[in-house]
T-cell receptor
Framework: DAGVTQSPTHLIKTRGQQVTLRCSPK?????VSWYQQALGQGPQFIFQ???????QRGNFPDRFSGHQFPNYSSELNVNALLLGDSALYLC??????????FGPGTRLTVL | QKEVEQDPGPLSVPEGAIVSLNCTYS??????FMWYRQYSRKGPELLMY????GNKEDGRFTAQVDKSSKYISLFIRDSQPSDSATYLC????????????FGTGTQLKVEL
């Protein structure tokens, strides 16, 4: 059984560009959350999707948006990239016991 | 003040030592507590999950929660070099549909 998968592994963008990150949850998981982890920090919650709707949102600007598809996979979009958006972006899916399992992350570098 | 405080370390111990990792939190509404292990350039891996005050043991790992003091701990017995990683505490208000709030992580190195 594949765990949570994310693509791409690593991405380099320049300021002002837009980026899309992708996540496939573990089989049977229908809830997906996204987190941003800056270097040397713990992950910060961005938002959570359930039944294709954004259920909860953290303290992130509207430049951060997302989507969940009928197969429960999800995308994170970031517009107008800033240098400060450089981080590891983590996706987590949730099982029936409400435990969140993380993917390997996408490392985004903004130049 | 951060909701969850965790000493970032680094913490260096000899192989076989008992390791104690700790977090304090300010929001008494947190009910569920987790410890994740994160190797360099990898995603966090769940180690322990608890929801009540007291101890929970799993192999070499023991998680301790003291809700009255807003303090949680993770103990690692007989530490191994493979335990070298960053350990993140995390907590939620309820068990499901709620964001995880993390500490900054403690970097642990177990030396031969």
């Amino acid at each position: 059984d594949a765990g949570v998968t994310q693509s791409p592994t690593h991405l380099i963008k320049t300021r002002g560009q837009q980026v899309t990150l992708r996540c496939s949850p573990k089989s049977g998981h229908d809830t997906v959350s996204w987190y941003q982890q800056a270097l040397g920090q713990g992950p910060q919650f961005i938002f959570q999707y359930y039944e294709e709707e954004e259920r909860q949102r953290g303290n992130f600007p509207d430049r951060f948006s997302g989507h969940q598809f009928p197969n429960y996979s999800s995308e994170l979009n970031v517009n107008a990239l800033l240098l400060g958006d450089s981080a590891l972006y983590l996706c987590a899916s949730e099982d029936s016991t409400d435990t969140q399992y993380f993917g390997p992350g996408t490392r985004l570098t903004v130049l | 003040q951060k909701e969850v405080e965790q000493d970032p370390g680094p913490l260096s111990v000899p192989e076989g030592a008992i390791v104690s990792l700790n977090c304090t939190y300010s929001n008494s509404a947190f009910q569920y507590f987790m410890w994740y292990r994160q190797y360099s350039r990898k995603g966090p891996e769940l180690l322990m999950y608890t929801y009540s005050s007291g101890n929970k043991e799993d192999g070499r790992f023991t998680a301790q929660v003291d809700k009255s003091s807003k303090y949680i701990s993770l103990f690692i017995r007989d530490s191994q070099p493979s335990d070298s990683a960053t350990y993140l505490c995390a907590m939620t208000l309820t068990g499901g549909g709620n964001k995880l709030t993390f500490g900054t992580g403690t970097q642990l190195k177990v030396e031969l």
